[in-house]
C-alpha cells in the first residue's frame, strides 16, 4: 500500500516556474513507478509525465517536453516536476500516481496506475 500526497502548488504568472513534490508513505516506493498528470476543470485528466523507479527513464507529453522536468529521490520517498516556462494553458490540478508493475502503453493512461494523491492546484495567471 502506497500512500500519495502531493505540494507546491499555487498561484503564479504565464512564464514562471512551480516545482511540485510527491511524497510516498513505504519502504518499497523506490520499486514503483511514478506517474503526474493533470486536470483542468470540465476536461478529462490527462498524463504530464512519467519516471521509472531508478530514475533513469523518463516520458513526457508532447504538451509540456521541453518546459517540465520529472525526478525522483527514493532516499526521501519524493518524486518532483519542475514546470519551468508556465502558460495558463498549464492550470490544473496535478496528481502524482504510482504503480508497481506497468505496461508501456499505459503509462500515458489512468488506468495503468494504482494508487493517486489528491493533486495540488497549479494556476497560471496570463
Known amino acids: 500500500q502506497v500512500q500519495l500526497v502531493e505540494s507546491g502548488g499555487g498561484l503564479v504568472q504565464a512564464g514562471g516556474s512551480l516545482r511540485l513534490s510527491c511524497a510516498a508513505s513505504?519502504?518499497?516506493?523506490?520499486?514503483?513507478?511514478v506517474g503526474w498528470f493533470r486536470q483542468a476543470p470540465g476536461k478529462e485528466r490527462e498524463f504530464v509525465a512519467h519516471?521509472?523507479?531508478?530514475?533513469?527513464?523518463?516520458y513526457y507529453a508532447d504538451s509540456v517536453k521541453g518546459r517540465f522536468t520529472i525526478s525522483r529521490e527514493n532516499a526521501k520517498n519524493t518524486v518532483f516536476l519542475q514546470m519551468n516556462s508556465l502558460d495558463p494553458d498549464d492550470t490544473a490540478i496535478y496528481l502524482c500516481?504510482?504503480?508497481?508493475?506497468?505496461?508501456?502503453?499505459?503509462?500515458?493512461?489512468?488506468?495503468?496506475?494504482?494508487?493517486w494523491g489528491q493533486g495540488t492546484q497549479v494556476l497560471v495567471s496570463s
Open positions: 500516481a504510482a504503480a508497481r508493475v506497468i505496461d508501456l502503453s499505459d503509462i500515458g493512461r489512468t488506468i495503468g496506475y494504482d494508487y
Open positions: 513505504g519502504r518499497t516506493f523506490s520499486s514503483y513507478t
Open positions: 519516471i521509472t523507479p531508478s530514475g533513469v527513464i523518463t
